[in-house]
Structure formats: structure tokens, C-alpha cells
């Protein structure tokens, strides 16, 4: 279950990359949330589509919540993660992943939901001083990202592999599998998130 791993690491993740955005007591709060929560109802995935819209295309017109920012930014990381973004300035864009991410944890699921807090708190900061932000804080935005990316992690299996393959290694074996004609659930699973990702513009 994601409610039992160890996702402290996370938090540390997110401290390293937000800069002066966000707080490790911020980023911690956002998983002890996200992890007090059901994740087995899933997302809606035209609403995380509308949400990623908005942030990134749309450079949030119209007005943004706390929820939006969390939700497109824990999308975009999927994003760069699948992209195969592992080197880059590290803004609210751009998945970047280090050694030290690693060493965050004992799996790389630590780095994506991190490197998903942390582009949230830069996304907020960005869009309030814009004053595009209309409605919720700074803190359900990081909390937001965090619920979401443990979702996709649920959605793509969930637990880390023997090898500490965590979601990328989920991921990969899913399209592996579709290549094969093969894969269980979790694979089914992993494949929507990439067919997700696919429909971002």
C-alpha cells in the first residue's frame, strides 16, 4: 500500500529544488496528507488535462487555485519523467533528477513526488506575485501535487520494485508489456498514465 511506504525522502527532494518556494515542514505536512488519504478512487483525467491547460497554456488567465497549481504540476513531472527529462535548469517545468535525489530514499518514487511538491510551490509563487492566484494557498497547492502524484504512483502499480526501479521501472515494463502483448493490471495501469501524458498538448 503507498500509505505504508516511506516517502520522508520526498520532502527532502522538494526542500533541495524549491529554493526560497517552500519549507521542509511544508513538505512534509503535504505527505502526511496525502498519505492520510484513499487513493483508490482514482483522478479525473480530463480534469487533470483542463488543470495543465490552464497552468501551462493557458499561463493560468482566468484565475487559479491552490488545487489547479498542484494537480497541473504533479502532471507536468509526469510529463518530464516519461520524456526522459533527467538534466535541465531546475524551474517549474523541467523534471530534473540527481544523485542526491536518490539518495533521498531507497526508490525513485521519492524523487517524483518531490520534484512534484517543489514545482508546485515554484508554480504558486509565480502565479500569485502574476496575480493569477484566486483562491486556496501555497500549502494545499504543494499538498495537491503530492495527492496526485501518489495516484499515478497507485494507478502504475505502486510498489517499488526488487531493484528500487520504483515508477520508472513500472513504467517501462508497461511498455514493455504492450510491446509483448502482455501485462497485468498494474501495467494497464501504467499505460493510461503514458496515454495521459499523450495527450497533453
Known amino acids: 500500500m503507498l500509505g505504508s511506504q516511506d516517502y520522508s525522502g520526498a ?3 522538494a526542500s533541495r529544488h524549491a529554493g526560497d518556494s517552500g519549507d521542509q515542514g511544508m513538505f512534509n505536512h503535504a505527505i502526511q496528507h496525502a498519505q492520510s488519504q484513499d487513493h483508490s478512487g482514482g483522478y479525473n483525467e480530463q480534469d487533470a488535462i483542463d488543470a495543465h491547460q490552464q497552468v501551462y497554456q493557458q499561463g493560468g488567465s482566468g484565475g487559479l487555485s491552490g488545487s489547479t497549481i498542484g494537480t497541473a504540476a504533479a ?17 517549474p517545468t523541467p523534471f530534473c533528477m540527481d544523485t542526491a535525489d536518490f539518495a533521498a530514499g531507497q526508490n525513485n518514487n521519492n524523487a517524483f513526488i518531490g520534484q512534484a511538491m517543489s514545482a508546485a510551490a515554484q508554480l504558486f509563487d509565480q502565479h500569485n506575485a ?4 484566486q483562491q486556496g494557498t501555497k500549502q494545499e497547492a504543494i499538498s495537491s501535487a503530492a495527492s496526485m502524484a501518489m495516484k499515478f504512483l497507485k494507478q502504475s502499480g ?44
Open 11 to 13: 520532502a527532502d527532494v
Open 75 to 91: 502532471l507536468q513531472t509526469l510529463k518530464g519523467f516519461l520524456s526522459g527529462g533527467g538534466s535541465g535548469t531546475h524551474s
Open 130 to 133: 502574476q496575480g493569477n492566484v
Open 158 to 201: 505502486g510498489n517499488v520494485g526488487s531493484g528500487g526501479s520504483g515508477i520508472a521501472g513500472m513504467l517501462m515494463n508497461a511498455a514493455g508489456g504492450a510491446l509483448g502483448g502482455q501485462g497485468g493490471q498494474g501495467g494497464q495501469g501504467a499505460q493510461q498514465l503514458m496515454g495521459l501524458v499523450g495527450k497533453l498538448m
